[in-house]
């Protein structure tokens, strides 16, 4: 194949295409968030208690004083799934989305529009991968802020199941607002 033959086929926006920015999506997301959750649990613990907890390095030292190694990975499985679900839906809507404003406003605006066109993209993007990601950044900050061992679940599904009996579905959405404030614009 010659250099315009694989240029072109690169342009085609198709489902294989979409998967695989979806696919992208839920790797780069997912595991990055993943991989960081202990700074990610002194954080939430900091802004929880801030008298208690002082700073990444001090306040590392607390938790494991008082949860252990073991507890610096509270909150793992909520993080994965859940940024998993906001790759998804921010990699592979947003180009679904770029392709679907080209659609509406033609190729020429959308050419002489391009930064307009890829900030709507984004935006919308991110509306529907908030509302994918919210329920698990729910149950993944209250495992992580608990005050007290025991205070709330720490295992997924019993930490799911406290909030789905106690506050239904609108306990698994009362961060989206700030969220929406926060990562859309």
């Given at each position: 194949?010659?250099?315009?033959?694989?240029?072109?086929?690169?342009?085609?926006?198709?489902?294989?295409?979409?998967?695989?920015?979806?696919?992208?999506?839920?790797?780069?997301?997912?595991?990055?968030?993943?991989?960081?959750?202990?700074?990610?649990?002194?954080?939430?613990?900091?802004?929880?208690?801030?008298?208690?907890y002082t700073g990444l390095v001090q306040g590392y030292g607390v938790y494991k004083a008082e949860y252990g190694t073991a507890g610096l990975k509270i909150g793992w499985l909520p993080t994965l799934i859940g940024y998993s679900f906001q790759g998804f839906g921010k990699f592979g809507f947003y180009e679904i989305f770029?392709?679907?404003?080209?659609?509406?406003?033609?190729?020429?605006?959308?050419?002489?529009?391009?930064?307009?066109?890829?900030?709507?993209?984004?935006?919308?993007?991110?509306?529907?991968?908030?509302?994918?990601?919210?329920?698990?950044?729910?149950?993944?900050?209250?495992?992580?802020?608990?005050?007290?061992?025991?205070?709330?679940?720490?295992?997924?599904?019993?930490?799911?199941?406290?909030?789905?009996?106690?506050?239904?579905?609108?306990?698994?959405?009362?961060?989206?607002?700030?969220?929406?404030?926060?990562?859309?614009?």
């Open positions: 194949r010659t250099t315009k033959d694989r240029n072109k086929m690169g342009d085609v926006h198709d489902s294989s295409y979409y998967a695989k920015c979806m696919v992208g999506g839920i790797l780069s997301c997912g595991l990055t968030h993943t991989a960081v959750v202990p700074i990610d649990i002194i954080k939430c613990r900091s802004q929880a208690e801030p008298k208690k770029k392709d679907v404003y080209k659609g509406v406003v033609g190729e020429k605006n959308f050419e002489n529009y391009k930064t307009v066109g890829f900030l709507v993209a984004s935006a919308c993007a991110e509306v529907i991968a908030d509302v994918l990601l919210c329920p698990f950044e729910a149950i993944k900050v209250k495992m992580q802020t608990a005050s007290k061992p025991g205070e709330f679940p720490t295992n997924f599904g019993e930490a799911w199941n406290r909030v789905s009996t106690t506050q239904g579905t609108a306990g698994f959405y009362k961060g989206l607002s700030p969220l929406w404030a926060r990562q859309v614009p």
